[in-house]
Nanobody
Framework: QVQLVESGGGLVQAGGSLRLSCAAS????????MGWYRQVPGKQRELVST???????NYADSVKGRFTISRDNAKNTVYLQMNSLKPEDTAVYYC???????????????WGQGTQVTVSS
């Protein structure tokens, strides 16, 4: 089995920073794309940022210039550095990863349990 475990959420004032981490563990052959999504009550989960195994990144327009995604392939870990946080960034943040458990297996998508980020004004 595969698990994604997130950490780093919390409460911060507007303009502050937080760093989220997500580590994939278990029976893993390879990890392809990793990313972060967020969701607020009553709304659909939305993309925040993704990163390929080669390091190519993609960001939602709302976080460009403020958030930075990175990964450590040796640790199967993805990070999200969030700077200049705004109250509208308040959400539950979910880690996502596309993982192969065996060389011959298909890619499967996994999600973390979510971590709350609250930005006060």
């Amino acid at each position: 089995q595969v698990q994604l475990v997130e950490s780093g959420g919390g409460l911060v004032q507007a303009g502050g920073s937080l760093r989220l981490s997500c580590a994939a563990s278990g029976s893993i052959f390879s990890v392809n794309d990793m990313g972060w999504y967020r969701q607020v009550p009553g709304k659909q989960r939305e993309l925040v940022s993704t990163i390929t195994s080669g390091g190519s990144t993609n960001y939602a327009d709302s976080v460009k210039g403020r958030f930075t995604i990175s990964r450590d392939n040796a640790k199967n870990t993805v990070y999200l550095q969030m700077n200049s946080l705004k109250p509208e960034d308040t959400a539950v943040y979910y880690c996502n990863a596309a993982i192969k458990m065996r060389a011959w297996a298909s890619l499967a998508e996994y999600w973390g349990q979510g971590t709350q980020v609250t930005v006060s004004s």
